[in-house]
T-cell receptor, first 119, second 111 residues
């Protein structure tokens, strides 16, 4: 059972370009989360998605950032018109569907991350 | 004030030492408390989680939660060089799946 996959692992963009980060959740997982890790900082929640729905985007910057998790295919985090401050590691995590009566904690499994560098 | 505070270290200990890692938090709604280990240039992996207060033990690792003090700890017994990594605490409340992370403590165990 393959883990969470992210690609590309490294992405270099010039200021003003677009960055597209992809995340394939673990098999059977229907929940996807995106986190950003700036140098020397912990992970910051960005967005939580289920198939075709954004559940919580409270951590997403108001402009230039968007996320989707279509019915088919990977989840995409899209950053338009990148700036140097967007340089960071972006991690995706996935978790299985929550079933009533099961353990209330739904573990999030993290991918290896995409390291974005904006020149 | 950050919701979760964690000393960034680095913490350097000899092999075999007992390591104590800690986090404090301000949000009394947090119910789930997690410890993740992150090796350099890798994604975090879950070590342990605890629901509400109490202790939990798994091999060389013990997690403690004191909700009255808003303080959580991770103890590593008989530390090994392979334990050298960054340890992140994370928390969430019952109504949301988003994790709130500490900044991480960098641990170095030398032979």
């Amino acid at each position: 059972n393959a883990g969470v996959m992210q690609n590309p692992r490294h992405l270099v963009r010039r200021r003003g370009q677009e960055a597209r980060l992809r995340c394939s959740p673990m098999k059977g997982h229907s929940h996807v989360y995106w986190y950003r890790q700036l140098p020397e900082e912990g992970l910051k929640f960005m967005v939580y998605l289920q198939k075709e729905n954004i559940i919580d985007e409270s951590g997403m910057p108001k402009e230039r950032f968007s996320a989707e998790f279509p019915k088919e295919g990977p989840s995409i985090l899209r950053i338009q018109q990148v700036v140097r401050g967007d340089s960071a590691a972006y991690f995706c995590a996935s978790s299985p569907p929550f079933f009533s009566g099961s353990d209330p904690y739904n573990e999030q499994f993290f991918g290896p991350g995409t390291r974005l560098t904006v020149l | 004030q950050k919701e979760v505070e964690q000393d960034p270290g680095p913490l350097s200990v000899p092999e075999g030492a007992i390591v104590s890692l800690n986090c404090t938090y301000s949000n009394s709604a947090f119910q789930y408390f997690m410890w993740y280990r992150q090796y350099s240039r890798k994604g975090p992996e879950l070590l342990m989680y605890t629901y509400s207060s109490g202790n939990k033990e798994d091999g060389r690792f013990t997690a403690q939660v004191d909700k009255s003090s808003k303080y959580i700890s991770l103890f590593i017994r008989d530390s090994q060089p392979s334990d050298s990594a960054t340890y992140l605490c994370a928390m969430s409340d019952y109504n949301t799946d988003k994790l709130i992370f500490g900044t991480g403590t960098r641990l170095q165990v030398f032979p």
